[in-house]
């Protein structure tokens, strides 16, 4: 029920009853003293039986008044216990007495009557209840006039059940009476005010207005913690709230400290055997889920469901849930395991079916979020190969789910899979379809909410599309369909792209803007949607103090946070009226094959990939060419695969002594050619170039390292620097430019084709840390090296000081034209603040050689560029530039060198396809990129940076590609240094973006 109903009815009820004189003496009788005591101890019945033995005397001692004092009371009481069949008897029973008492139309009767309406709305009675809060606010209007404070309380009551019965519109006109006249009345720090402000809330969230949402429900955690203190019940519920709101909007660490702090609280104050501390460990679980490790979710899943087993209220609806949470964490867990599968999605099925037993039991079995239940149990039934139960299941879901809703877009992927399974390919791919097109306009809308600044719900669509371009495989490999096979392309880049995809386009919009006023309207919305969750996290973490001056400062943020909403908003108006090419930067539509082979020279081709464990999909297209192919993919399946070769491949995880050398496994390189590039040699045959779209775990490996051949001289020539030399690598076909989607290509060629910068260079690097070292960052994640919010100095100064990075920077300065003593900012130089106040928006080459740190998939801590540390550190220098701060900087770059380790892509299989890094200099303005996959040696990745420019420089090469392919093959021939044959050695580095050289 929460606190926000309690305070409500509380307040209303003493209001309204202030005139009855019989009922301030029994306030203090020792009848109620002694439920009050019951109900503080959680004896529910004796409390309930309590009120009953009071109310016979009061009825024997005709004292009515008490009797529907009583009444009332008893009916909040049943009503916040969820036991709403015997809350309503009392309610109608406080009726009947107070309209005999005082008339149809008293100020009592306004109070039952929006009890009354409460309780129906908790039923499920939604056009009753209406009609009960309708008639409340009509009564308390006459009785008290309509602007007093128990009005907005009806009203606050009327506009959360209309907002149950479906009339969004009228909920919010009503709420946003309701709050205007309780301020008014109670002032804005008054409880009953955050009441309203939560329920109005509540419905923002409901229509995914996230943002609105969130600052009503931030003003709601500070007033309950003021109100009632920082360990209170009424808090926690408040913080509750707030923290699925985050979950809402995937920004998981915020949810965990906000959940966290609730979970403390009610522990503290409710125990382990509450059900609002049962609801906690949920959302708790969710945070985990979010961030992939479904492994501790089922952890924190099964401890909501044992403290909601021991709880002395029982919620079937809350258990069906949790079972239904608890089933798909499990299946999340058996997706990604390793062995018998089928086994543990056995087990995952068992808690499905126990909530669809205790939903049935609770007669619950026909409400909407069942769909979700046997949606979930489908999948497991589904796994098991039992597809006709499992298509029986998806049907009663669809019957359940609400048109347009995730759920329905969940069911028509379980019945498309179903079909497929059972060869039916048509009415498969028109279900995937309508699953697809129902994730393409939610990603389209949460697209637009992110660029005006607002909160946007995470969307997890890519399994929907997968399912969609495994249907669209099947109707052309089965009736040469060209028209699905186009559709399957688009579905795979749908599945793809994402936040790096969305920063080309922001960047190649601004190109397009052409005129400097629409730039610098595009320039000013980056750079207000970059401080946005820094103004509003500093919000969050100020108003948790009860410090009054602390508090001043966090009104301060919010004000701040309204600012920059506002001028977001008109921006957006602004720019959606002025400038055609805008639309995109909400969700980069895909290309077509026609306009991508449009875009393509005679020597390129490109391929879109989109892959699983187990199989996969990939799409090749030349200028005069296309070919639709499915992957099959052998072994321990392609995470493991591309495991084993990304950690040969990183020399920090060699444990050889020099002269010797790591193996690397070519025979497993060439297996995976087989699988990934031998279906598509018609296409790509004899290409100088091909671009990639990589996914899954290929994000992790780049695909030079690949074998064409099979591998001669055993495994003692897979530690032979010779034999590595004349190993058939795919490097030596093929110049590879890797892209976070298709459409980046459009965006690049049509939008971005000239920065128009005129300088050559800018370099920083060498910064001034502890002792030299050979190889750049760290195997640790971001996140170790972080206390609080700020870099710890020490641990930073522990990665190392990189002398050889001067002397690399050195040599790409001459190799691009640049002047060494002006453009290059190195040792105590290399700091924060020279990389904020230089001038880069006129240089073609921007370089950075020191060490990268990326961002753990769970802890918090941004990826960035450690610098030299300053003396005293501040809030705009602490020797680490950030990501947000990176993409702040002003680059029109033709390419950004990031001559640090890890770089290009996450280290774990299955990472994000390009790093934070990578996006956030796009978003600054670079059109293309040199980074790297892992840490690496000085010596080759100086020869590789600076042989790569010195060529373009030289016009050895014809462009980009091709520059970084001959600087590779070199390194290689070079025979002074043996483990330059190693693809540690020349492998790491990657081109993201465009490859002509403009």
């Not at 464990?613 to 297209?621: F, K, L, P, R």
């Not at 918090?860 to 950030?882: I, N, Y």
Request: hydrophobic fraction near 45%; include cysteine.
């Amino acid at each position: 029920m929460g606190w926000r109903r309690a305070v409500a009815l509380a307040c209303f009820v003493v209001s309204a009853c202030v005139a009855v004189s019989a009922l301030a003496a029994s306030a203090q009788d020792d009848a109620l003293a002694h439920i009050e005591n019951l109900r503080a101890q959680g004896k529910v019945a004796e409390a309930l039986a309590a009120y009953d033995a009071a109310m016979v005397a009061a009825e024997t001692a005709g004292d009515r008044a008490r009797v529907s004092k009583l009444a009332h009371d008893s009916a909040i009481f049943a009503m916040l216990l969820e036991r709403y069949d015997d809350a309503e008897k009392r309610a109608r029973k406080a009726l009947a007495v107070e309209t005999a008492l005082s008339g149809a139309k008293s100020g009592n009767i306004a109070a039952i009557s929006n009890t009354l309406a409460q309780i129906l709305e908790s039923q499920g009675r939604y056009p009753d209840a209406v009609g009960e809060a309708t008639k409340a606010v009509a009564i308390a209007r006459e009785a008290f006039g309509v602007a007093h404070p128990n009005v907005g309380a009806t009203l606050s009551t009327l506009g959360k059940v209309q907002a149950a019965n479906g009339d969004v519109a009228a909920a919010e006109k009503t709420l946003l009476e309701a709050i205007r006249i309780e301020e008014t009345g109670l002032g804005g720090d008054h409880p009953a005010v955050a009441g309203s402000l939560n329920d109005l809330a509540a419905l923002y969230r409901q229509q995914l207005r996230l943002d609105e949402a969130e600052v009503l429900q931030k003003r709601v955690v500070a007033i309950a913690q003021k109100a009632y203190g920082a360990n209170h019940p009424n808090h926690a519920t408040a913080l509750s709230a707030l923290g699925r709101n985050y979950l809402d909007q995937a920004r998981w660490d915020d949810a965990e400290a906000v959940l966290s702090r609730a979970l403390e609280i009610r522990r503290k104050v409710l125990g382990d055997k509450h059900n609002d501390t049962a609801d906690t460990w949920n959302d708790l679980a969710w945070a985990d889920m979010g961030r992939g490790d479904p492994k501790a979710a089922a952890g924190k899943f099964r401890r909501s469901l044992e403290v909601r087993e021991a709880a002395s209220t029982q919620d079937p609806e809350a258990a069906a849930k949790g079972l239904a949470n608890l089933a798909r964490a499990m299946r999340d867990v058996a997706e990604t395991s390793v062995g018998d599968r089928v086994a543990r999605y056995v087990d995952a099925e068992k808690p499905s079916l126990r909530a669809v037993a205790v939903a049935g039991k609770a007669g619950l079995s026909k409400r909407p979020w069942m769909a979700s239940v046997l949606t979930g149990l489908g999948v497991s039934v589904l796994a098991q190969g039992r597809t006709a139960e499992a298509q029986a299941l998806a049907d009663r879901a669809l019957a359940l789910a609400p048109e347009a809703s995730v759920a329905r877009a969940s069911a028509l992927r379980l019945r498309a899979e179903a079909l497929l399974q059972q060869s039916k390919v048509a009415p498969a791919l028109a279900d995937a379809r309508a699953a697809a097109a129902i994730y393409t306009e939610r990603r389209t809308q949460a697209g637009l909410a992110s660029i005006r600044g607002e909160a946007a719900p995470a969307i997890n669509d890519r399994d929907a599309y997968y399912v969609a371009v495994r249907a669209a495989y099947a109707q052309w490999a089965n009736k040469a369909d060209i028209a699905a096979r186009d559709e399957g392309f688009a579905f795979a880049q749908r599945a793809g792209g994402g936040a790096t995809a969305r920063a080309v386009w922001r960047m190649a919009a601004r190109f397009a803007a052409k005129d400097d006023g629409r730039a610098k309207l595009l320039r000013e919305q980056q750079a207000l949607t970059l401080r946005l969750p820094e103004v509003e996290a500093q919000y969050v973490e100020l108003l948790s103090s009860s410090d009054a001056a602390t508090q001043g400062r966090a009104d301060v943020r919010r004000k701040e946070s309204a600012r920059i909403r506002d001028r977001l908003k008109a921006l957006d108006g602004q720019l959606r009226k002025d400038f055609a090419p805008y639309a995109d930067l909400a969700d980069p539509q895909p290309v077509t094959i026609a306009e991508l082979q449009a875009l393509l020279k005679p020597d390129e081709a490109a391929l879109q990939y989109l892959v699983a464990d187990y199989d996969g999909y990939v799409i090749a297209v030349s200028k005069d060419a296309v070919t639709f192919e499915k992957l099959w993919i052998a072994g321990s399946g392609l995470r493991d695969d591309v495991s084993t070769l990304r950690r040969q491949l990183d020399p920090s995880m060699w444990n050889v002594l020099p002269p010797n050398i790591s193996a690397f496994d070519r025979g497993l390189a060439y297996r995976l050619y087989q699988q990934l590039w031998r279906p598509v040699e018609s296409v790509v045959a004899g290409k100088a170039k091909v671009f990639v779209v990589a996914d899954g775990p290929l994000t992790s490996l780049p695909q030079t390292v690949l074998v064409t051949e099979r591998p001669i001289g055993g495994a003692e020539g897979d530690r032979n620097p010779q034999v590595l030399r004349e190993t058939p690598w795919l490097l030596k076909k093929h110049a590879l430019i890797t892209l976070p989607s298709l459409s980046s290509l459009k965006a690049l060629r049509r939008y971005a084709a000239s920065s128009g910068a005129n300088e050559p260079f800018s370099g920083f690097g060498d910064p001034a840390l502890g002792a030299p070292d050979d190889l750049r960052g760290s195997r640790r994640p971001v996140a170790a090296f972080f206390r609080g919010g700020s870099p710890e100095r020490q641990r930073l100064e522990e990665l190392g000081s990189l002398p050889r990075t001067a002397i690399e920077l050195k040599a790409l300065a001459a190799a691009s034209g640049g002047d060494a003593a002006k453009d290059l900012w190195l040792g105590t130089r290399a700091t924060e603040t020279a990389v904020k106040r230089a001038s880069l928006s006129h240089k073609r080459v921007v370089a950075f050689s020191t060490h990268g740190l990326m961002a753990g998939e769970i802890g918090q801590g941004e990826p960035g560029l450690v610098m030299t540390l300053p003396e005293m550190p501040s809030p705009t220098d602490d020797g680490f530039l950030a990501a947000s701060e990176i993409a702040d900087l002003k680059l029109n770059a033709e390419w950004v060198v990031l001559s640090a380790c890890n770089t290009a892509a996450g280290d774990k299989p299955g990472a994000a396809g390009l790093s934070g890094l990578s996006r956030a200099f796009f978003l600054a303005g670079a059109k293309s990129m040199l980074v790297s996959h892992w840490s690496v040696w000085d010596d080759a990745s100086a020869a590789l940076t600076t042989g790569t420019l010195a060529r373009l420089k030289a016009k050895q090469a014809p462009d980009r590609a091709t520059a970084l392919q001959q600087a590779q093959l070199a390194l290689i021939a070079d025979k002074r240094q043996p483990r330059f044959a190693h693809p540690a050695a020349w492998a790491p580095f990657v081109l993201v973006g465009e490859s002509t050289e403009k």
